[in-house]
């Protein structure tokens, strides 16, 4: 918990140790942790879990040997030079998971992992590492001796002076996993400007490396993209630009080990020998559907590639455009009209490798068919596009406009960047889709509702059991929302989402504003309301528990009265229905339900009472608890 007032933090006499289990929530990028560059901000000890969320550390950096989760959070400049301690803005030897952070201008002065050293097991996820240098040692992003996996993220313009510009993977037991992630601009003086993969196994899927380089001249060095010395695979993955220009493998050079490729292009990189990939004395295998820049000594040497590889018959940009904005969370080369990459690759490698989506996280993996080569799949769609298409077509009955493709997921990427659940949009999309005229005109009877709600939100037919129940429920009495509500708050609903849309959970606060506005107004809220009563819930929290219950209070009958709200005109049965939307997250069991609106029907309590029951009701005390424990922001 920090003071709103205060805007940053030196510390002159020692950092945190932590020894104990901790959570810490800070306030985001108004507050500065400084460590001075003379000691770690924070060191987590062995045996110990911690989060930490929404932190600006600079000059110290993090030392883990517990378990820590590391979300929303930056690290810069930190300069770290122990010849003991690893890492410029993290050295971690326990358990370690970095959820969307940016690691910038970090160093590691007199050791390995300008950025990160992981000895332990670290994830990282859909973060950014640029900047970061080692500029004695190797590794420029991440030196890894343990099990690493990235995952989502860009690793760009990190430096060292020895192996390793983006990431460096050494150790017997070391494993480096990399999924669709972009390495591009690092450099290493000697080998391995994007990735060196000195031994143990790397793993490289769904990714792109691009632009990266090596140095040095000496035949021994090599691999502007990727210098293997250890087992190594590679699937549907673009290597382009980058360059050895003065040593061997452009794109890849192999020494003593095992390449095994497939789905691939490795073209358009430039070397003094072997501009593709240069194989010294390791073992080359094609797994097929391979596209190479160039044939021959000047392109591939010791390599042999198989009948279903393909080689560029013409200049790079016949295959593939710049690296740019695609659409996804990482930069791209896009295959440009007519190139070879598309609809050439070979699906079971693919589907053996698990893909699903592209690098972008657009989906299909295979369109028209065939996989493409590469990591871009040409004719896919984003995630979020499809799920909206999805709901237009099993609403709706048709495709999307193109006005509302467009509207939809714009409401999407701005309850994103407000720091809200994206689930909840589609909960507000279906809301109004299934009290449209045009959905109301189709006149559907109760089993072919249930069978809509079941294809909607669990994408499949409605077992016998489920349709029998539903179908009941609502012959019985049981408003359509309600069956809705219980559908878009189930278990099953929240599984298929969040398969498809990774971890989107949102603060206690934050759901219960989306909440206020979806349940009373059937809609997601404006950015200058959700401000305002974020606000008012955020200032409650720094002042305690009795100013978060009144605000509760207040906030929920400002909403139940509001004009918007009784323009709806809604009756009791609707507004019981609204009430359990809005304060418990779902639909209610029929006895439940009828109580209620009984209670409202025969005059023994009053709408506002009826309310009150809802907020005081120990399920929604729940929820105002976990508002309260997560404490304050500001």
Request: neutral net charge.
């Given at each position: ?17 932590i ?7 800070g ?104 900047g ?54 690092n ?37 502007g ?6 087992s ?32 691939t ?122 799920l ?17 493709l ?11 960047g ?6 909840e ?16 005109d ?68 934050v ?24 606000g ?5 929290q ?34 019981v ?51 309260i424990?997560?404490g304050?922001?500001?």
């Amino acid at each position: 918990m920090f003071q709103s007032s205060l805007g940053g933090i030196l510390l002159s006499s020692g950092g945190f140790t932590i020894t104990d289990n901790l959570t810490i929530n800070g306030p985001g990028a108004s507050l500065t942790i400084s460590g001075n560059n003379a000691q770690r901000i924070f060191t987590i000890n062995s045996g110990v879990t911690a989060t930490f969320s929404a932190l600006k550390l600079q000059n110290g950096g993090i030392q883990n040997s517990g378990t820590l989760t590391l979300n929303n959070s930056t690290i810069q400049s930190s300069i770290w030079g122990s010849a003991s301690i690893a890492g410029g803005a993290i050295g971690n030897t326990g358990t370690m998971v970095v959820n969307n952070c940016t690691l910038s201008g970090n160093s590691a002065t007199d050791n390995y992992g300008g950025g990160i050293y992981n000895a332990g097991t670290l994830t990282v996820n859909s973060s950014v590492l640029s900047g970061n240098t080692a500029p004695n040692w190797s590794g420029g992003g991440i030196y890894n001796t343990g099990t690493l996996t990235v995952n989502n993220s860009t690793v760009s313009g990190n430096s060292t002076d020895g192996s390793g510009g983006g990431i460096r993977n050494g150790g017997r037991s070391a494993t480096a996993t990399v999924n669709n992630t972009t390495l591009s601009g690092n450099s290493a003086q000697y080998g391995g400007g994007g990735i060196n993969h000195e031994s143990g196994t790397l793993t490289v899927r769904n990714s792109t490396l691009s632009g990266n380089s090596v140095l040095d001249s000496s035949t021994s060095s090599g691999g502007g993209g990727i210098s293997i010395r250890g087992s190594a695979t590679i699937l549907n993955s673009t290597l382009s630009g980058n360059a050895a220009s003065a040593s061997r493998g452009g794109g890849i050079h192999i020494s003593r080990a095992s390449l095994s490729i497939g789905n691939t292009l490795v073209a358009g990189n430039t070397g003094f020998n072997g501009k593709e990939i240069y194989n010294t004395s390791g073992v080359f295998t094609s797994l097929g559907d391979n596209l190479f820049g160039e044939n021959g000594t000047s392109g591939l040497v010791n390599v042999n590639p198989i009948a279903s590889d393909i080689i560029l018959p013409g200049p790079i940009s016949t295959a593939i455009g710049p690296l740019a904005n695609n659409g996804g969370p990482t930069l791209t080369h896009l295959p440009v009209a007519g190139s070879p990459l598309i609809n050439a690759g070979n699906n079971t490698l693919a589907q053996s490798a698990g893909l699903t989506t592209d690098q972008r996280g657009f989906g299909p993996r295979i369109v028209n068919g065939t996989v493409d080569i590469g990591s871009v799949e040409v004719g896919a769609v984003s995630t979020i596009a499809a799920l909206v298409t999805h709901y237009y077509q099993f609403i709706l009955g048709r495709a999307p406009d193109t006005g509302g493709l467009a509207y939809w997921q714009g409401e999407i990427a701005r309850l994103q960047g407000l720091g809200v659940d994206v689930q909840e949009a589609f909960r507000v999309m279906a809301g109004q889709f299934f009290t449209s005229a045009e959905y109301l005109d189709r006149n559907t009877s109760n089993t072919q509702y249930v069978t809509d709600l079941y294809r909607t939100f669990f994408n499949r037919t409605p077992d016998s059991g489920g349709l029998s129940y539903w179908a009941g429920q609502l012959a019985a009495g049981m408003p359509r929302g309600m069956a809705l509500y219980s559908f878009l708050f189930s278990a099953e609903f929240g599984s298929y989402m969040q398969a498809r849309l990774g971890n989107t959970t949102s603060r206690g606060e934050v759901y219960a504003v989306v909440d206020f506005y979806r349940g009373f107004l059937n809609r997601l809220p404006d950015s200058g309301g959700f401000g305002y009563w974020i606000g008012r819930f955020r200032t409650a929290q720094c002042q305690g528990v009795a100013a978060v219950n009144a605000e509760v209070e207040s906030i929920s009958r400002q909403f139940a009265a509001s004009t918007e709200y009784f323009n709806r005109n809604r009756d009791n049965r609707n507004y019981v229905a609204d009430l359990y939307y809005a304060f418990l997250r779902r639909g209610g069991e029929l006895t439940g339900f009828s109580f209620w609106v009984s209670q409202l029907n025969t005059g023994v309590q009053t709408r506002d009472q009826v309310r009150r029951s809802f907020l005081q009701s120990p399920e929604f005390q729940g929820r105002v608890q976990q508002i309260i424990n997560q404490g304050c922001l500001n």
